[in-house]
């Protein structure tokens, strides 16, 4: 399976936040409660993104329709409406033609700027992002509205870091680039190394992205002789330092080398990087595609069906289209209770007084119940060909207690 993530995976698009953008206001008027669950899809269906937008659009339209097929929810039809997020307003759109719940936005960028107004305390909806995975996400301000499906850049570099222990070393390095991005992927890794204690890190060293020569950084990655480095940054920079290295380790065997999702994009450097180096490099990144035979086959997809899938089961629970109720429920239908895997079955056990626990077409999902985030998520460990091009070594689950 090739996958790539919304921020931070291949050339099919790149939503890592790097930079600070201001948030939208607007003016909302309190959510209509009249017993029919209105959906909204915020998704890219112009511009760059579009390619990912598409099929994302298009499965959460089967998903409304398969929902309605089953019956609906609290016995009405679902409703759907679409506003396109590379057009700027689509957000304010769905909020004002009072929708209950949003499944979007894909970006990252996006979802930090715009994000505000829809998760306000009296008059938020419940937003379920299906590829936004920047960890600057974890701890925004949501007032319990927001959920995503993918699982953040912080569970990836716990998925990282699981795969250092899998090398059997005890020691490790780490290069990062230094800003709030590269900053806060060191931080999480960082973190996962100590909760975890079973090996130790060296000294991180982070290195400007205006800083051309990385050469003293690659030195300082390999004053100890680390048997692993790994490398944190954005698709420019990452590769750069990997360039950096495999110079630097021209005479001697390479070390073994793990990347983030984000640096797979960096195509056209890997390429140039020697079979021998290229070889010693591995990558880290959540699975992008679905986890059920004859699931949803497009990037994101089977995320995109289970924010839709969530959102109908959790106002089933509570009884209710308001957002404000159905929000508490969002994490209980996901873990827990009876095993389900598709909504009509949800559904009837819920009908008969059961708990449930969707397991969805990307997987376990699991959300937790103080931040909403995923808890339980499948990465996948990649390699790159003489092209440049990622392709996977195998799949694995990371759990985390939260």
Known sequence: MLAVTACSGSDQQSTT????????????????????????????????????????????????EEINVA??????????ELADESAGTGLDELLTSGVDAIVGPASSTVALAQLADAVL????????????????????PDNKFFFRTVPSDSLEMAAIERRVERTGVETVGVGYLDD????????????AIEERNLVS????VGFDADREDLREVAEQLLVNGPSVIVVLGDADDGTRLLQAIERATADITPPQVLVNDAIRDGRQAIQSLTPEFRARLTGVGPVATSMVEGGPAEFFTANARDCVNLIALAAIQAGSDDPGEFKNH??????????????????????????????????????????????????????????GVDHTLDQFEVFLDR
């Open 201 to 204: 890190v060296q000294t991180p």
């Open 180 to 191: 709030p991005y590269g900053r806060g992927l060191k931080d999480a890794f960082v973190e």
């Open 121 to 140: 305390p009296l008059t938020g909806v419940v937003t379920c992002s299906p590829s936004a995975t920047a960890l600057a996400l974890d701890d925004y």
């Open 71 to 80: 019956g609906g929810v609290l016995g009405r039809r679902v409703e759907l």
């Open 330 to 387: 969002m994490a209980s239908v996901s873990v827990g209770g009876q095993v389900c895997t598709n909504f009509a079955d949800c559904a009837q056990r819920l009908a008969g007084g059961l708990s449930i626990d969707y397991s969805g077409y990307s997987g376990d999902v699991e959300l937790s119940t103080t931040s909403g985030e995923r808890t339980r998520a499948w990465f996948e460990a990649f390699s790159f060909d003489d092209e």
């Open 17 to 64: 936040t790097t930079s600070t953008i201001a948030p939208t206001t607007t003016t909302i008027s309190p959510r209509l409660v009249d017993g029919t669950l209105s959906i909204g899809a915020f998704l890219p269906r112009t511009g760059p993104g579009a390619a990912l937008g598409g099929p994302m659009i298009s499965e959460v339209g089967r998903a409304v």
